[in-house]
């Protein structure tokens, strides 16, 4: 059926790996307005619809409780910088899918490079007081 394709052939996961990426965004302003003169018009859609276009209801379960542990980070992390990131993170939720936020607009980096500093700092932690333990006998 034409659900089943589109399910299938949909997302930019899919394009990313070599599949056909449908314009699903374009799509709906199509339907919704009809399309402007240069065919760009696109339709925001919140990451939950992509989770399911892309997934099904697997894929929105998962993706939120990825959303959810993401902001959870945030919240807990003594890094400013990296604190300062949850509006403009919440709002490109809203606008736009979590594939397209963590690929094109570099989450994904923040998230692996806040995850090595942690470790790294943790190692370091470690090794200082294991130093001070030995110093101290």
Same mark, same amino acid.
């Given at each position: 059926?034409?659900? =089943? ?6 997302? @930019? ?6 599949? =056909?990426?449908? $314009? ?7 339907? +919704? &307005? /009809? $399309?402007?003169?240069? !065919?760009?018009?696109?339709? #925001? ?8 276009? #892309? ?12 959303? /959810? $542990?993401?902001?959870? &980070?945030?919240? #807990? ?6 604190? %300062?990131?949850?509006?403009? *993170?919440?709002?490109?939720? *809203?606008? @736009? !899918? ?23 700092? %943790?190692?370091?932690? =470690?090794? +200082?007081?294991?130093?001070? !333990?030995?110093? +101290?006998?």
């Amino acid at each position: 059926s034409t659900h =089943e394709d589109i399910v299938l052939m949909l997302s @930019s996961f899919i394009s990313f790996f070599g599949g =056909e990426r449908i $314009q699903f965004e374009r799509l709906v302003f199509e339907a +919704q &307005w /009809g $399309q402007n003169e240069t !065919g760009t018009g696109s339709s #925001n859609t919140v990451y939950l619809v992509e989770a399911f276009i #892309n997934f099904g209801y697997t894929g929105v379960i998962l993706l939120s409780l990825f959303v /959810g $542990q993401s902001l959870r &980070w945030m919240a #807990n992390s003594k890094d400013e910088a990296f604190r %300062s990131l949850w509006p403009l *993170y919440c709002f490109n939720l *809203y606008s @736009s !899918g979590l594939i397209g936020i963590l690929l094109s607009n570099g989450f994904i980096l923040v998230f692996l490079f806040k995850a090595m500093f942690t470790v790294a700092a %943790s190692v370091e932690h =470690e090794k +200082q007081h294991a130093f001070a !333990g030995v110093v +101290q006998r």
